[in-house]
């Protein structure tokens, strides 16, 4: 099996980026639905909510890096990848709409369905994930396929952020309008989850190399590769507060821009639609200054400006949609550059060690992404308990007190601000670039 140093052709990183529809959905409509589902449809407490919205990701911590062994010792004529996309990725769009399918009124169904789609999506995004590195060995390709996919996410978030909300209020909010939105995401995910699998058919899968002979053994091979640690920590922290600051969309918009009805969307708008001008000019940024400060660059953005809208009750909404749109810039970055390191890690690990195990390595990231992703609601959830909001099973919010709502606002803006930037300490001593790569490469050739 080929492992090319060239470019890879456009409609293989086409093919490669429509999984995004997959990940894009998955990642972005729980974390921007499923909690208010709870607290203001079926009438959940906070506390409770965040829970139920946690437990199930935190699964993922377990299963992912046992779907990334198994991934990585798979041998099919469509490879090593491509089977998990299909059977994964259909298996997740059923599931996804059983969530809000509420045969019953229960946060416990949900947070079991829940739990069965975390489970499916697994088998999904580990081998996805677990692709680029097998791809291609150019380091600049990686950012380009990274950036390709990135682009397709800034799509697929705006496709399911921004317009599930509208579909569930055309169908008329509470349970039926629920319904209607879990069944047009699972059409997203449907459609990312052929294109992904059909468009990579022609794509390079990489040699086989021997793999670790035990999980144990791989995870402490992951653990003794230092940038990989750093980067995997760095970006788990992210997550959980850009997933803070996405499980206060609904809120937010309800209670302190007070635009229950179209808030939520213009948000979301505001959040991808710049991201999407961005990507080609955070491509040549990095280019120019390195992956990793052009990540660290990305993140302050994404940090000064998530803070600077904790001013929103003084600002009109038209200036709060200008700096959520600097915000989406910021979050651009982030992902182009974090998700074009990762694969630098896993050939670094390659180079090194002569085994085939990037299974291993995503398998453990998007356990880390998915916990981190899981952790913001529950944050978030926290925040409203402590400041005291009232649920309601009316399927619309409740009168909130003023404590209530500046608890709302801290969530959304300064508590998000504080995580992302904290967690770029984590980055210190990161020290992989197309130099060592390129030495550690040369150094495999020669002893293969």
Not at 80 to 103: E, H, K
Not at 128 to 150: F, I, K, N, S
Not at 415 to 437: K, M
Request: proline share 5%; glycine share 10%.
């Amino acid at each position: 099996m080929n492992h090319p140093s060239e470019s890879l052709p456009g409609r293989v990183r086409a093919g490669y980026a429509l999984g995004s529809l997959v990940t894009g959905a998955f990642g972005t409509v729980p974390g921007l639905l499923l909690l208010p589902y709870l607290t203001d449809t079926l009438g959940v407490a906070a506390g409770v909510a965040g829970l139920l919205v946690l437990a199930p990701k935190a699964w993922d911590v377990l299963i992912n890096p046992v779907a990334g062994r198994i991934s990585d010792r798979t041998r099919t004529r469509w490879g090593a990848r491509r089977p998990f996309l299909l059977g994964a990725g259909l298996a997740v769009a059923v599931l996804f709409a059983a969530i809000f399918a509420a045969p019953v009124k229960s946060g416990v169904y949900v947070a079991l369905a829940f739990l069965a789609t975390a489970t499916a999506y697994a088998f999904y995004q580990v081998p996805y994930v677990a692709m680029p590195a097998e791809m291609t060995d150019d380091y600049t390709e990686r950012t380009r396929l990274m950036t390709w996919r990135v682009a397709l996410l800034a799509v697929a978030i705006l496709a399911s952020g921004a317009l599930a909300p509208v579909v569930t209020k055309q169908f008329g909010d509470g349970i039926p309008g629920h319904r209607a939105m879990g069944v047009f995401v699972a059409v997203l995910i449907v459609i990312g989850t052929l294109g992904s699998f059909f468009g990579t058919r022609k794509a390079p899968t990489g040699r086989v190399l021997q793999s670790e002979g035990s999980l144990r053994a791989q995870l402490a091979t992951a653990r003794n590769n230092k940038a990989f640690t750093r980067l995997l920590i760095c970006f788990i922290v992210q997550a959980a507060g850009i997933a803070t600051m996405l499980a206060g969309v609904s809120y937010f918009a309800t209670q302190i821009l007070e635009d229950p009805d179209t808030g939520s969307t213009v948000l979301f708008a505001c959040f991808v639609g710049p991201a999407l001008l961005v990507m080609p000019l955070w491509s040549r940024v990095g280019a120019r200054i390195g992956k990793l400060r052009a990540y660290v660059l990305s993140s302050v953005i994404f940090a000064a400006a998530a803070a600077l809208i904790a001013l929103a009750p003084v600002l009109p909404n038209a200036v709060v949609y200008v700096v959520t749109g600097l915000v989406g810039c910021g979050y651009a970055g982030q992902q182009v550059f974090g998700l074009a390191m990762l694969p630098d890690c896993i050939a670094f690990d390659t180079a090194r060690t002569g085994r085939r195990q990037a299974g291993v390595f995503t398998g453990l990231w998007t356990a880390g992404e998915t916990f981190g992703l899981a952790l913001g609601p529950g944050i978030f959830a926290l925040i409203l308990a402590a400041f005291g909001y009232v649920s309601s099973d009316s399927g619309t919010a409740a009168a909130q007190t003023d404590t209530a709502r500046l608890g709302v606002l801290l969530g959304f803006t300064v508590v998000p601000a504080i995580v992302v930037a904290l967690a770029l300490f984590t980055l210190r001593g990161y020290d992989l670039d197309e130099e060592r790569l390129s030495r550690e490469g040369e150094e495999l050739e020669r002893t293969a």
